[in-house]
C-alpha cells in the first residue's frame, strides 16, 4: 500500500543537533512536497521570500521507492543542486494525522528532518 501519494505543504525544514536542539534552515520557508501514485516525486522549497540567486530554492523531480513502512528512496533525476542530478537519497518517514516525517541521521547523530501537512 502506498500511504505516501498525496500533495504536502512544508511546515519545518532543519537539523536537530545531537543534543536535540533544532535549526531550522531558514526563516523563512515555502515548500510543495508531491508524491504521486505512480511513484514520481516532485519537491519545490523556497528558502527565501524573493529568489535571487539558486541557493535561495531547492527544487528536485524523479521517482521514489517505498522500501518498507518507515523508509523511502528519492530516486532525483534532476536537481536545482547538480552534484544532486541522478542520486538516490534514502530518508526515514512516519506519518502522524495530517503530517509526513522525512528525515535522515548523520554519522554525527545529528537529524535533518521536514515536516509536510497533507493538503
Known amino acids: 500500500m502506498n500511504n505516501l501519494a498525496g500533495r504536502y505543504k512544508l511546515i519545518s525544514h532543519g537539523t536537530y543537533s545531537p543534543e536535540g536542539i533544532f535549526q531550522p534552515t531558514s526563516s523563512y520557508l515555502k515548500g510543495e512536497l508531491i508524491y504521486s501514485s505512480d511513484e514520481f516525486l516532485s519537491v519545490q522549497i523556497f528558502l527565501k521570500e524573493e529568489i535571487e540567486t539558486a541557493r535561495d ?5 524523479g521517482k521514489y521507492k517505498i522500501l518498507n ?6 530516486l532525483i533525476n534532476i536537481c536545482s543542486q547538480g552534484k544532486r542530478d541522478n542520486s538516490i537519497e534514502k530518508r526515514n518517514y512516519r506519518i502522524e494525522g495530517a503530517y509526513l ?18 493538503l
Open 57 to 61: 530554492l531547492l527544487t528536485y523531480s
Open 69 to 74: 513502512s518507515s523508509e523511502v528512496n528519492h
Open 101 to 118: 516525517y522525512l528525515s535522515v541521521v548523520f554519522e554525527n547523530k545529528s537529524k535533518f528532518e521536514a515536516k509536510w501537512e497533507r
